[in-house]
């Protein structure tokens, strides 16, 4: 309860829950969880689920306990007997963190994307060269035109030219410019 008051006191909107739920509600955004010795992993694929800030509660540095905060990616860690002092630095700094990986996967995302659609010109352009017998280079022009023509992203119509090639490779058939088009 100390925990509880102490956090209404820092101006936040606390909720207790045990047992714990089936599923996190949307507006949790930070846990404050006991990870000592007691058998809590079958709550770990809900917190994935939910991914909020986690901060564990350990009374004692078990090897068990340990592993859980490890286990659970725990932003932050208070040790039992709490005390006020050192809540506040934890649960921004768990935000803070838990905020921080969330910029890092986004970026990841993003590069991957990034990545896919790279990989996805590449072969465009590869199997328009090869279909064609033009060159790397005037392969890569004839899509970036006909992308900036049709106002696409550069990988969309890539991956366009890559899907229609396989389905027609399905049917023996081949993909060619028009007349004129080279």
Do not use: C
């Not at 991914?51 to 078990?62: G, H, K």
């Amino acid at each position: 309860m100390a925990l509880i008051d102490h956090l209404r006191r820092l101006g936040s909107d606390v909720t207790m829950a045990w047992p714990p739920p089936r599923d996190l509600p949307p507006e949790i955004d930070t846990i404050f969880m006991q990870l000592d010795d007691a058998a809590v992993g079958h709550l770990l694929p809900m917190i994935e689920d939910a991914a909020p800030a986690l901060i564990a509660i350990v009374t004692y540095e078990s090897p068990t306990s340990l592993k859980a905060i490890v286990d659970f990616n725990a932003h932050g860690v208070i040790s039992k007997p709490l005390r006020p002092l050192g809540i506040l630095t934890q649960f921004v700094l768990a935000r803070y963190r838990h905020g921080y990986e969330g910029r890092l996967a986004a970026k990841i995302r993003k590069l991957e994307d990034t990545m896919k659609g790279r990989r996805a010109v590449e072969k465009a352009t590869k199997l328009l060269a090869a279909l064609n017998k033009i060159d790397d280079e005037a392969a890569y022009r004839l899509l970036r035109d006909r992308a900036t023509a049709k106002r696409l992203p550069l990988a969309s119509v890539a991956e366009s030219i890559i899907s229609a090639h396989e389905a027609m490779s399905g049917l023996g058939l081949r993909i060619s410019l028009a007349e004129g088009d080279a």
